[in-house]
């Protein structure tokens, strides 16, 4: 099924701990992003790409890097896990509508729940 | 910067109660504004979107009109269900922006019998 597929759904690390978060879709997408969810905070972007070989910060990247080698992948990484990357984070991808000059929605992934201790 | 300011939650409705969400913005440029839905356990799906003052975003019985002149896009819904049970987000995308989203924090909807 077309889509964004994101793996794990669920991990618990603990503090040092290093991993990668996989994200995929098949729909032939631009860009991509990582959002973060926190309760009573909503979604924050982490990094985003928009397109294979460009990536860029968003409003939290700190303690993430992040590659896009494919247009198909955008994996998450967490170089040294916290405490406070413990979240939800969630992967999307959308295209670009033509002519409205990148207003369009994304499509998202079903999560990763991390939990770090 | 780019912001979203959701009415907070819980909202608890009673089964065919009508349903408003305030979510009013601010952006440097023209944005783009969506609705998203998010059910129990599961990731976000785009529940309607407008890219222009005066549009009006529908879907699944919900509406939401781009007003610019108070920099809101309210969702309604004339009769809710328990299924509409979710949380909902509003949005917005700068255009040149790298199609980023700038989200609220959300709005939890419980509907009951």
């Known amino acids: 099924n077309a889509g964004v597929t994101q793996t794990p759904k669920f991990q618990v690390l603990k503090t040092g701990q290093s991993m990668t978060l996989q994200c995929a879709q098949d729909?032939?997408?631009?860009?991509m992003s990582w959002y973060r969810q926190d309760p009573g905070m909503g979604l924050r972007l982490i990094h985003y790409?928009?397109?294979?070989?460009?990536?860029d910060q968003g409003e939290v990247p700190n303690g993430y890097n992040v590659s896009r080698s494919t247009t198909e992948d955008f994996p998450l990484r967490l170089l040294s896990a916290a405490p406070s990357q413990t979240s939800v984070y969630f992967c999307?991808?959308?295209?670009?509508?033509?002519?409205?000059?990148?207003?369009?929605?994304?499509?998202f992934g079903s999560g990763t729940r991390l939990t770090v201790v | 910067g780019d912001s979203v300011t959701q009415m907070e939650g819980p909202v608890t409705l009673s089964e065919e109660a009508f349903l408003t969400i305030n979510c009013t913005y601010t952006a440097t440029g023209y944005p783009s504004l969506f609705w998203y839905v998010q059910y129990p356990g599961e990731g976000l799906q785009l529940l309607l979107k407008a890219t222009k003052a005066d549009d009006k975003g529908s879907n699944k019985g919900f509406e939401a009109t781009y007003r610019k002149e108070t920099t809101s896009f309210h969702l309604e819904k004339g009769s809710v269900q328990v299924s509409d049970s979710a949380v909902y987000f509003c949005a917005l995308s700068v255009p040149g922006g790298g199609n980023k989203l700038t989200f609220g924090t959300g709005t939890q909807l419980k509907v009951e019998l």
């Open positions: 729909m032939n997408h631009e860009y």
């Open positions: 999307a991808s959308s295209d670009v509508e033509p002519g409205q000059g990148g207003a369009y929605g994304y499509t």
């Open positions: 790409s928009v397109g294979a070989g460009i990536t």
